[in-house]
């Protein structure tokens, strides 16, 4: 199965493409508003805008094209040296799989399915950057300040708030989340590479004859997560007499391998014995594990700021709050003892 290291290393290179993409389009945005509140009119028009923007994405998506593929290819090899360690090395050494052709309904997501979600996105970021100009002079021309030296104040405060939020890649449309591009990116590609790990573990399992894994447990587990945890699933539907509790189809249609999950399949045979046990929510643990990730959001967000100033002062600014942010962290560390991971306070790396 995928460990968490395995994991960074697959993700990195997509969620990098898309953080220095967003530091261009941020830099970029800043570019303008600088230009326009010094000489008004200097900045093309919305036409000339989202043609620059798009320039920067039909970059990034030829990019991304190849490693995405890259990323589920990885997951895939590594789900299966998972499982050739996990299947008994006599049945690995026979001549031929006993099912050569792994039933279609087993594996119920397409290798390649990261990059329509990635495509997806152009138009909303397009959008968000844009979008980011608009509001930015729209506020500073609402004031009427007379001066130079007012109006990049101003456009500084607004344009603070904005580049904190960062470039909206995806709106969901239940809730309206409104998910930052790198976040969202990260997401994607860690759900599809944990997606396709598993996949390529069952496929061998079901060729060599083995129908029925068991999904690993991990703390503070996903309610949608919460009926699988340790328990057996089947990957075909033929018929058992094991405690299955679904089909591996049955199971992600009811939420398993959610966004995010962090759950994996290993191979289960009867003299395998006893299930174990999930381990027990630790209340504590989980809030203060969900303070750190709120400090860590907060800190990216003020080191976007910093990619959006205009000018040495608003740069200083930012650095002091990073530094005061980060200040809390080491002391929310230090009380609770949970690891603090600095990779996740970057803009640049995988979360």
């Not at 261009?24 to 200097?42: H, K, Q």
Request: with cysteine; net charge positive.
């Amino acid at each position: 199965m995928l460990t968490p290291e395995q994991l960074e290393r697959i993700v990195a290179a997509l969620r990098a493409l898309y953080a220095g993409a967003e530091r261009t389009l941020l830099a970029m945005v800043a570019d303008w508003v600088r230009a326009e509140t010094r000489s008004p009119g200097s900045v093309p028009g919305s036409f000339g805008r989202r043609a620059q923007i798009r320039a920067v994405l039909d970059r990034l998506l030829g990019q991304a094209r190849g490693a995405a593929r890259e990323a589920l290819a990885r997951a895939a090899i590594e789900g299966r040296r998972a499982a050739e360690a996990d299947l008994p090395p006599a049945i690995l050494r026979s001549a031929a799989p006993l099912f050569p052709r792994t039933p279609p309904q087993t594996l119920v997501h397409a290798p390649a399915g990261l990059m329509p979600s990635l495509s997806a996105m152009y138009p909303q970021l397009v959008a968000s950057t844009d979008g980011i100009y608009r509001q930015v002079m729209r506020e500073v021309v609402s004031q009427r300040l007379g001066g130079t030296a007012g109006r990049l104040r101003l456009a500084q405060q607004v344009l603070d708030r904005a580049a904190a939020q960062g470039i909206t890649g995806y709106v969901s449309t239940k809730s309206k989340r409104r998910w930052n591009v790198v976040s969202y990116v990260e997401m994607c590609t860690r759900t599809a590479a944990r997606v396709a790990a598993n996949d390529a573990y069952a496929a061998l399992c079901v060729e060599h004859g083995y129908d029925i894994v068991r999904v690993t447990t991990v703390a503070n587990c996903s309610d949608l997560c919460a009926p699988f945890q340790g328990r057996l699933l089947s990957i075909t539907g033929r018929p058992t007499t094991a405690p299955v509790v679904a089909t591996l189809p049955e199971a992600r249609a009811r939420g398993f391998e959610h966004p995010n999950c962090r759950h994996a399949l290993r191979l289960w045979t009867p003299g395998d014995g006893p299930l174990p046990e999930p381990p027990p929510v630790d209340p504590a643990a989980y809030k203060a594990t969900q303070k750190l990730r709120g400090l860590e959001r907060r800190i990216r967000a003020q080191k976007r700021v910093r990619e959006a100033a205009l000018d040495d002062t608003a740069r200083r600014a930012a650095d002091a709050r990073i530094r005061a942010l980060q200040k809390q962290v080491r002391e929310l560390v230090d009380e609770t003892g949970i690891p603090r991971i600095r990779r996740r306070e970057q803009i640049g790396v995988p979360l």
